[in-house]
Each structure stands twice: as structure tokens, then as C-alpha cells.
């Protein structure tokens, strides 16, 4: 029998599976996420976590070859929404499922407008609204003080954990639900891993959070629940 999801689940995914031009990556992937938590992802080079990750916001869609099966379904405004049924937007699962990448990717432009940048593309016309969330979501990111008074500076020019910082508060303006952190430290020092690692531990009040990483030491100081993958499936 299927068992009930808990109040606390946020994420639900059943037997997935997933190849790239006929080579089959996730086989049988079964798991939930809890939500006001941080799941770890962790396990060897190569074996799909990324990829994983990716099924969650349907960021694959457009590699070519790809193919997908099983169910993901993920709790977005209190109700349990199939993020592959055809009354799912992609725009609207995009807002509630944000995603920061291994490398820190500013785009090349102020440090102001990378964080509106989303709330534009979004329709956003108040400015007034606008820049209240420019300073709420950088306060979050532990990052104002440090960049308030260069608001109009490239946003390449920071430091890498900074850029880093800036990218989650990019990631947090839409006021995403769920977020996807992959390898978000590995190029990163050791201060800087640890300011984002304080930062994701108080960000997990509010979100339900995943992270890929390589990093025992790493999982052991954050997780909340750890998922090991294997070649062709998980270890929960
Ligand atoms: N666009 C793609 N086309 C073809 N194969 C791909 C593509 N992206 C990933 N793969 C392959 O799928 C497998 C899983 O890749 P994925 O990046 O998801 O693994 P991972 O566990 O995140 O690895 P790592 O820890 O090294 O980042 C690898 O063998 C990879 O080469």
C-alpha cells in the first residue's frame, strides 16, 4: 500500500527513471523531501544527481534524446500539484521551484538589476515593490551591507562566495518554495562555504531545500535528511 504523505512532505517522487539517448541514468528513483528541511544528495561522480535535480523544475526538457518516466509531485500553495501535468505552468513551477547552479552565474550586469531581472521577466512594474524586495531578498542572502552602497556595479566584480550569495537571493526574489542547490560551494573557500552554510540553514524556516553534495563533512554539518545515490538508483 502507498503510504500517506506526512503533513511535512513537500516533495514526492515515484519511480522515476531517466536516459540520455537511450542510456538509462535513474532507474526506479523513489523518495520524498520534507518540507522546512535540507536534503542532501550525495554519492559518486556521474551517477545522476544533477540530472535528478533537474527533474524537479523540468529543467531537462530541452536536451534533446532525453526521456523521463515516473511521477514528481511537489506541494506548491498547500496542494500537491503532478509537476508534468499539462495544467502545471512552467513559468509558475519556475517561480516556486528555484535552482542555483555549481558556478556562481551573475548575469553580466549591476548588481541591482540581476536581482529584478526575475520580478521583470515576471510582469513586475511597481519599483517602488521592487526595490523593497532588492534589499529584503540581499538582506537574506546576508549580503547587503556588503553591496548596498555599490548597488550599481557589475555584478562580475564580486568576490566568488559573494556572487554565489547574489545568486540565491536571485533565486529567492520570486519566493520560490523548493530550492535546488547544486554543488553550490565547490568553488568556493572554506569562509565562504560557511557563510552559505549558516545561510541555508536559516533559509530552510521557510523552504524545503535540496543540495547535491560531495562534501561529507559538509552533509553531516547541514542535513536534515541525506539520499545516496548509486549507479542506477538511492540509497535513502
Ligand atoms: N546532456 C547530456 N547528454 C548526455 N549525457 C549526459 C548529459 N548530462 C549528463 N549526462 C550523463 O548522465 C550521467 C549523470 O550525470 P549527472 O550530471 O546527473 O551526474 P552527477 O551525479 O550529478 O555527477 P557529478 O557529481 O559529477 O556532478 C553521466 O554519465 C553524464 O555523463
Sequence with gaps: MKPAMTDTTKIRVKRLGFSYRGRTVLNNVSLDCADNAITALTGPSGVGKSTFLMTLNRLWENIPETEMTGTVVIKLQGV?????????PLTELRKKVGMVFQTPNPLPMSIRRNILFPLKIAGEKNSRFMEER????????????????????????????????????????????????????????????????????????NLCILVVSHYLEQVARIADQTVCFETGGVLA
Design 80 to 88: 500537491f500539484r503532478d509537476v508534468y501535468a499539462s495544467s502545471m
Design 134 to 205: 532588492l534589499e529584503q531578498v540581499l538582506t537574506v542572502a546576508n549580503l547587503w551591507n556588503e553591496v548596498k552602497d555599490r548597488l550599481k556595479d557589475d555584478a562580475r566584480t564580486l568576490s566568488g562566495g559573494q556572487q554565489q550569495r547574489l545568486c540565491i537571493a536571485r533565486a529567492l526574489v520570486l519566493e520560490p518554495e523548493v530550492l535546488l542547490l547544486d554543488e553550490p560551494t565547490s568553488s568556493l573557500d572554506r569562509a565562504s562555504t560557511a557563510v552559505i552554510e549558516e545561510l541555508l540553514i536559516g533559509l530552510k524556516e
